[in-house]
Every structure is written in structure tokens, then in C-alpha cells.
Nanobody, 113 residues
């Protein structure tokens, strides 16, 4: 059983940056592709970014390409999401996942005008 704990959310002005981090425990971290989803009120959950086990491959939703960057540290069992040039549309609860099987509790990101 893998446990995931997100951190780093908060309130930021449009144009600002935030760095989310997800710490994993209870499993073999580098066995899992990792990713970030988000869900805004009244909207479907959206896959924002993903990274393969060895960081060779990365995926980004079109809505965040060029602004967000996903990275992982297999020695520390963490996966980060660097978010730059934030927009109000980025406001959501952000969730970390491991292989689409395990999920964290989420961290709120609010972007103000």
C-alpha cells in the first residue's frame, strides 16, 4: 500500500509560482509512474502532468504546457510539480497519484487576480 502526501499549495496572485511536492511511502517508489491531477469546483478531474519511473518520459496537459514542470527524485521518494505563470483557471485541488492506483488527499491551489 502506497501512501501519498501532497504539500505546497496555497494562495498566489496570477502570474506567480508555486511548487507542489508529493512524498510517497509504503512502496517501492521507482516502480511507479507518477502524476498530478487537479479538480476545480464543478469540473471533471484533469490529468495535469505525469512522469515515467526513470523520468525519461513526461506528459503535460495542453492547458499547462510551457508553464508547469514535473520532476521526481527516486532517492527521496518525491515527485514535484513546479507551476509558473499561474492563471486563475489553475485554481483547483491538486492530487498526486502513483500509477493511477494510489492517491493523495490533495492540496488546494488558489490563484487570485
Amino acid at each position: 500500500q502506497v501512501q501519498l502526501i501532497e504539500s505546497g499549495g496555497g494562495l498566489v496572485q496570477a502570474g506567480g509560482s508555486l511548487r507542489l511536492s508529493c512524498a510517497a511511502s509504503g512502496g517501492t517508489f521507482d516502480n511507479y509512474a507518477m502524476g498530478w491531477f487537479r479538480q476545480a469546483p464543478g469540473k471533471e478531474r484533469e490529468r495535469v502532468a505525469a512522469i515515467s519511473r526513470s523520468s525519461v518520459s513526461r506528459y503535460y496537459a495542453d492547458s499547462v504546457k510551457g508553464r508547469f514542470s514535473i520532476s521526481r527524485d527516486n532517492a527521496k521518494n518525491t515527485v514535484d510539480l513546479q507551476m509558473n505563470s499561474l492563471k486563475q483557471d489553475d485554481t483547483a485541488v491538486y492530487y498526486c497519484d502513483a500509477a493511477l492506483r494510489y492517491w493523495g488527499q490533495g492540496t488546494q491551489v488558489t490563484v487570485s487576480s
